[in-house]
């Protein structure tokens, strides 16, 4: 089952985050083999949903991706308030949906945390396509510019 869903959902170069957005991740210690480090199965799908709400909606247009990305930057500036957070429900099952490899979103949970007033959390149950359980995906957005 495991080698079905890698071959199912691929393999990436697997990102971690950084102060400066995401960069390329190296198996083991720093300074031994130096090798690239792989995101398989639900890894990679969670990191290329992720990827998919951060970037842009027509962002990577001239790249031949048009629909790429989501609209969650739309909110960049919005006072967390309901219809925020219905935008923000909308816009990113809108995104999610959009990947070839998600049947549904069966549920999306926005939540503020505590002590920061600029940043939401979408907390996501999404159908991957010939999955029998849900995939949890948790995406922080900020409400003010970087």
Known sequence: MASERQSLF???LQLREGAGGSDLTLE?????SGDLAL????ANAVQ???LRLRVRKGELALLGWPDYGSRLHELIGEPDLPRTRLK?????????????????VEAIEVVSIAGERTLLRLAMQVLLIDAPTPLDLVFDLALEGT
């Open 10 to 12: 691929g393999a990436d």
């Open 39 to 42: 995101a398989y199965g639900n």
């Open 88 to 104: 923000a429900q909308v816009f990113a099952r809108e995104a999610v949906e959009a990947d070839a490899r998600v049947r549904r």
């Open 48 to 50: 290329a949903l992720s």
């Open 28 to 32: 083991g210690p720093v300074g031994s």
